[in-house]
């Protein structure tokens, strides 16, 4: 059974703090998607991840692919209040639909 | 241009009704997905179109679900006889293609849901 998990799934952390959320998977992937979600709004893309060793930036977040160990993280540095949000992963096993993670609900406090 | 619009935003319906959420995606997507976020829950998936090839229903969670899609266009999820563990958000996306490339990637792009309460 394929599945997609994300550690933590809860985070309440300092401004200015660095973390780093997980994402497991389970099977092959033809790519590693990061999303954004603000309460009661809808999903926004931030990174697609492509091959093993990608690295994407924008602002404050970094993510990366690690496609042997079926990993991928998505580093927060300095953070801001503005970046509280709960962030999911997907991936897409090969020949198969988009498969997300539970999410990861993220409460940064000033 | 505009994004993936789905509506109404929230409905509110009693045990037992019939309801159909509709969903307006990007224009030129071949892709659809319907998706459903329980309160604080990660998304599930429903049901995929892609062209005119018959629908991938493995997610639909039980025969009070359906799904239609008129060519590349809108599509409405019905949802017959609600029950209370209906209630969720709706969520629609749609992509260039569902295909799955060796090259290039179909990012989905989201609508901002349909919140559905069953009393």
């Known amino acids: 059974e394929l599945k997609v998990e994300q550690n933590p799934l809860f985070l309440s952390m300092q401004e200015g703090k660095n973390y780093t959320i997980y994402c497991n998977y389970s099977?092959?992937?033809?790519?590693l998607y990061w999303y954004r979600q603000d309460p009661g709004k809808s999903l926004e893309s931030l990174f697609v991840?492509?091959?093993?060793?990608a690295v994407k930036q924008e602002g404050r977040l970094m993510a990366s692919l690690d496609t042997k160990a079926r990993l991928s993280t998505l580093h927060i540095t300095a953070a801001v209040h503005d970046l509280s949000a709960t962030y999911f992963c997907?991936?897409?096993?090969?020949?198969?639909?988009?498969?997300f993670g539970k999410g990861t609900r993220l409460h940064i406090l000033p | 241009g505009a994004g993936v619009s789905q509506s109404p935003s929230n409905k509110v319906t009693e045990k037992g009704k019939d309801v159909e959420l509709r969903c307006d995606p990007i224009?030129?997507?071949?892709?659809l997905y319907w998706y459903r976020q329980r309160l604080g829950q990660g998304l599930e998936f429903l049901i995929y179109?892609?062209?005119?090839?018959?629908?991938?229903k493995s997610g639909l969670p039980s025969d009070r679900f359906s799904a239609e899609r008129t060519g590349e266009s809108v599509s409405t999820l019905t949802i017959q006889r609600t029950q209370q563990e209906d209630s969720a958000v709706y969520l629609c996306?749609?992509?260039?293609?569902?295909?799955?490339?060796?090259?290039?990637?179909?990012?989905?792009?989201f609508g901002p849901g349909t919140r559905l309460t069953v009393l």
């Open positions: 224009s030129g997507h071949t892709a």
């Open positions: 179109f892609q062209g005119n090839s018959a629908p991938d």
């Open positions: 991840l492509l091959s093993n060793g």
């Open positions: 996306a749609s992509s260039l293609s569902g295909e799955i490339l060796i090259q290039g990637y179909n990012e989905q792009f």
């Open positions: 997907a991936v897409v096993p090969s020949g198969d639909k988009i498969i």
């Open positions: 099977t092959t992937s033809d790519r």
